[in-house]
């Protein structure tokens, strides 16, 4: 199972635009890169997943570079209610959850 | 749609007592997971389903029990409540397959908070 290190916490101000970067150094060859997001008191929920280069939703970007061993989730002018924690995961595309793993994930603060 | 839906939200329990922690979805999803959750901590996966009958242990699975009778419910069973599972439950579903050619996504209850005293 593929390892992810992420920054423990970052702090932003509203209207900038924040990368949180994810390091992956064995990901296999047939891995998905995908980022959830975790409010207080609820459970984690999609924002945004790639296999390669980049993806783009109305909620984020997803930066991934040629070899893979990265990525970097691109939330363009954050508000404070995108404060929450940031968990990066990389699985196989037909595993399902349950061979996914949960880090510590990055604790974002958006501030005034 | 309901989504994930978990009951109840707040449990106090006493060392040695026991609890199931309910779990049902509305989605068809072939696969349910249970997590739990340490404060500060990232998820951690207690038990997983890939489809009714059948059941598997994740990572942290010593003091649970879980049952699959039918595709949309998933109980995580407590059977001698201790202090280590004080913890926030989130109990999750997903499709088994790629949807569209994108790795399927979990999605997750909003948690039960346990403590055991």
């Known amino acids: 199972l593929a390892k992810t290190t992420q920054p423990i916490s970052m702090d932003s101000y509203e209207g900038q635009e924040v990368n949180i970067t994810c390091s992956h150094n064995n990901i296999a060859t047939n891995d998905y890169i995908t980022w959830y997001q975790q409010f207080p008191s609820q459970g984690p929920r999609f924002i945004i997943q790639?296999?390669?280069t980049k993806v783009t939703n109305e909620v984020a970007s997803l930066f991934i570079p040629a070899d893979r061993k990265s990525s970097t989730l691109s939330l363009p002018r954050v508000s404070l209610s995108d404060t929450a924690v940031y968990y990066c995961?990389?699985?196989?595309?037909?595993?399902?959850?349950?061979?996914?793993?949960f880090g510590a994930g990055t604790r974002l603060f958006v501030k005034a | 749609n309901a989504g994930v839906t978990q009951t109840p939200k707040f449990r106090i329990l006493k060392i040695g007592q026991s609890m199931t922690l309910q779990c049902t979805q509305d989605m068809n999803h072939n696969y349910m997971y249970w997590y739990r959750q340490d404060p500060g901590m990232g998820l951690k996966l207690i038990y997983y389903s890939v489809g009714a009958g059948i059941t598997d242990k994740g990572e942290v699975p010593n003091g649970y029990n879980v049952s699959r009778s039918t595709t949309e419910d998933f109980p995580l069973r407590l059977e001698l409540a201790a202090p280590s599972q004080t913890s926030v439950y989130f109990c999750?579903?997903?499709?088994?397959?790629?949807?569209?050619?994108?790795?399927?996504?979990?999605?997750f209850g909003n948690g039960t908070r346990l403590t055991v005293t």
């Open positions: 790639g296999y390669k």
């Open positions: 999750a579903s997903s499709y088994s397959k790629s949807q569209g050619g994108v790795a399927s996504p979990l999605h």
């Open positions: 995961l990389v699985g196989g595309r037909n595993t399902g959850g349950f061979k996914t793993i």
